[in-house]
């Protein structure tokens, strides 16, 4: 039976660059999810407004790699979002 490790550091695995698109109405969440990623050296774009990041996906096809998406934007469904951008990108996304 192999041994695991407990007093092992676990490198940083975060990917080299990584553009992340952060859309939450919360500037809060906004602020903690930007420190989070930059401590991961990921490039960070964040919207408060649904509307304004699906104008920017629009205008950015090839400069987002991940969209984490607040479920409960208050101007525009999220599910209904999600399904706009996608028909711009195909990203991962991930709700928050």
């Known amino acids: 039976m192999a041994k695991i490790p407990t007093q092992e550091k676990v490198p940083n695995q ?3 660059v990584l553009k992340v698109l952060v859309i939450d109405h919360d500037s809060n969440v906004l602020e903690n999810v930007k420190q989070m990623c930059n401590g991961c050296h990921y ?6 407004n649904a509307l304004l990041a699906l104008n920017h996906v629009r205008r950015n ?3 987002i790699d991940l969209i984490l998406i607040d ?5 525009l ?3 209904e ?3 706009e951008i996608r028909k711009e990108i195909d990203v991962p996304f991930i709700g928050v």
Do not use: F, H, Q, R
């Open 14 to 16: 975060c990917p080299v």
């Open 77 to 79: 469904d999220d599910y």
């Open 71 to 75: 479920v409960g934007m208050p101007n």
């Open 43 to 48: 490039e960070v774009i964040t919207y408060s």
């Open 81 to 83: 979002l999600v399904k």
């Open 61 to 63: 096809k090839e400069g």
